[in-house]
């Protein structure tokens, strides 16, 4: 019973993955993944979007002035595009925004976020916000000169854009976890970025309740065959599985100079790491319970997971901040 439930399971998650994938190819790239917004007040939307920007500028050690004039890539902004407009009323010359998908979104609750938005900034950079969209008449026209919205395919497709548009920075908000081939993700990051330029993710390490919705392990996902898993979730915007080690390992091939902040760990205490950490200490950050219950689960998982140390399964949240050399 227990093996017809699963093969069931991994049946409607491969027919799942592979309608998507169909109607991406057919040229519909509605969906659900990046609708961040939907379900959130006004208010609870500005302080996200403050949030996600603050810790751009915290993480990257970026102040405020050294974003004027700068081109910038947002990778997978979803439904919103409140982080952009911040970086461009303090002068960035201009923001792309790259999304796989159109996630759906309530364009009267956006303009509504965006009002909220303008309404907080100082009169400088409302003129410059103003320059970017305008919201006349509850309508929303955006200035291609400033910020300039693609969608429908992934930054793995992303160097026939940024081929002659080279830019200085790069910022994702989790995302990376939904890219399938990383590699070539982050190679094509690299090519887009100008030397001295910066990456900055925030890569959430989790399953999207896909497993742990069902009170299995929270490394239920990593127990599935590598290729079994692909063809589940690699057109879906599904997690992609990736330990901190992976992303440090393919960043170190390109010779970035990186630095990795832990945001939180598996375990029954979720919370995030504010401020993030460098490194987590053992009896400080985590004991032995969170060990023991990586390793009740360690001989089930797949065998690219199954030696990795302990602390790379049992870190699940990271943010990168990346300089190319
Ligand atoms: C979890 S949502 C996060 C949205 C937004 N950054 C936020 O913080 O609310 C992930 C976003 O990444 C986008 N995405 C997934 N795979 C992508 C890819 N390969 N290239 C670009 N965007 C991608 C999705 O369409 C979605 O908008």
Do not use: C
């Not at 996600?52 to 595009?81: A, M, R």
């Not at 400088?124 to 008449?137: E, G, P, T």
């Not at 915007?237 to 760990?265: D, M």
């Amino acid at each position: 019973m227990a093996l017809f439930k699963e093969l069931r399971f991994i049946f409607k998650n491969v027919v799942k993955n592979q309608k998507r994938h169909l109607k991406s190819v057919l040229g519909n790239h509605l969906a659900f993944a990046g609708a961040t917004h939907k379900s959130r007040t006004v208010s609870e939307s500005i302080t996200y979007i403050n949030n996600v920007f603050e810790d751009y500028l915290k993480y990257g050690n970026l102040s405020k002035e050294s974003i004027f004039d700068k081109t910038i890539l947002e990778i997978g902004p979803g439904d919103n595009f409140g982080v952009a407009l911040k970086f461009l009323a303090l002068g960035a010359k201009k923001v792309y925004l790259l999304d796989k998908f159109y996630s759906e979104r309530d364009d009267i609750q956006q303009i509504t976020i965006y009002n909220n938005l303008r309404a907080s900034l100082n009169a400088a950079d409302q003129k410059r916000f103003d320059n970017a969209i305008s919201l006349i008449n509850s309508s929303l026209k955006i200035n291609p000169d400033k910020l300039e919205y693609i969608y429908g395919f992934g930054i793995e497709e992303g160097q026939k854009v940024f081929k002659n548009n080279p830019v200085d920075l790069i910022v994702s908000r989790a995302v990376m976890q939904e890219i399938s081939n990383t590699k070539k993700a982050f190679k094509v990051m690299n090519a887009i970025l100008k030397n001295g330029g910066m990456m900055l993710h925030k890569i959430d390490l989790r399953d999207y309740g896909m497993f742990t919705k069902a009170n299995n392990h929270q490394l239920g996902n990593l127990m599935y065959p590598s290729w079994i898993y692909k063809l589940m979730t690699n057109h879906s915007g599904l997690p992609n599985r990736n330990r901190i080690s992976h992303y440090k390992i393919l960043l170190e091939s390109l010779h970035f100079k990186s630095t990795f902040y832990i945001t939180h760990i598996f375990g029954s205490n979720e919370n995030e790491f504010i401020p993030h950490k460098n490194n987590i200490v053992y009896r400080q950050d985590y004991d032995d319970n969170h060990l023991n219950y990586i390793e009740q689960v360690r001989s089930k998982l797949a065998n690219e997971f199954k030696k990795l140390p302990a602390l790379d399964l049992l870190i699940s949240g990271v943010f990168v901040v990346a300089t190319k050399k």
